[in-house]
Each structure stands twice: as C-alpha cells, then as structure tokens.
C-alpha cells in the first residue's frame, strides 16, 4: 500500500519560514507529480503547490507564488515546501497528495487529480 508521511509542521510568528516534508513510503510506484493541498478551518481543501516528477514543473497558488518553493528528491521519493514569509492566513493542515498517472497540467491544481493523500500536518501561524 502506498503511504504518504508528512512532517516539519508546527507553530511560527509571522514572518518566519517552515519546510514541510513529504515521503512516500511502503509500496512505492511511479510518480507522476507530487503536491500540497492545505485546508483552514471552515473552509474548502486548497491548491498550494505541485511539481511534476520527470520534467521538474512546478505550479503555484497565487496566495503563495513567490514565497513557498517545491521541490523534489527522486532518491529519496520525498516532495518538499519550503515556506517563507509566513502569514496567519497561511496557517491550515497542510497535505500533500501524489499521482503516478499522467495528468493534464489544469488537473494537477485539483485535489482530484491525485490518488494517495497523507494524514496532513499542521501549520500555525501567529501574529
């Protein structure tokens, strides 16, 4: 079974930065792109960022293009958030979700779009 495990969330002032980490564990299978989804409370999941495994492209929120940054480590199937300039209304759970199938890039910046999905990790940040 394909897990996905997400770590380095946690509690930050505004301002300041926070890398998240996504490994994809147990049965591993080809990737086609990995991505974050965040969800505050009381609201709808949401698109933050995607990349895709083969050719490196990256896509972004508006909310967050120019101060998060996605990456990948193929070696190591693990997708990365390196998130900067925090803002309170950044803070939500933060998931990361994969897809091994090819997918149209429009697809990629909807939750379904993908077929596994972590637990999520919680990202505050205060004022």
């Known amino acids: 079974q394909v897990q996905l495990v997400e770590s380095g969330g946690g509690l930050v002032q505004a301002g300041g930065s926070l890398r998240l980490s996504c490994a994809q564990t147990?049965?591993?299978?080809?990737?086609?792109?990995m991505a974050w989804f965040r969800q505050s409370s009381g609201n709808e999941r949401e698109f933050v960022a995607a990349?895709?495994?083969?050719?490196?492209?990256?896509y972004y929120a508006d909310s967050v293009n120019g101060r998060f940054t996605i990456s990948r480590d193929n070696a190591k199937n693990t997708v990365y958030l390196q998130m900067n300039s925090l803002e309170p209304e950044d803070t939500a759970v933060y998931s990361c979700?994969?897809?091994?199938?090819?997918?149209?890039?429009?697809?990629?910046?909807?939750?379904?779009?993908?077929?596994?999905w972590g637990q999520g990790t919680q990202v505050t940040v205060s004022s």
């Open positions: 979700a994969l897809t091994g199938a090819t997918k149209l890039p429009y697809r990629l910046i909807r939750s379904d779009g993908y077929d596994y």
């Open positions: 990349i895709t495994w083969r050719f490196d492209n990256t």
């Open positions: 147990g049965r591993t299978i080809g990737t086609h792109a």
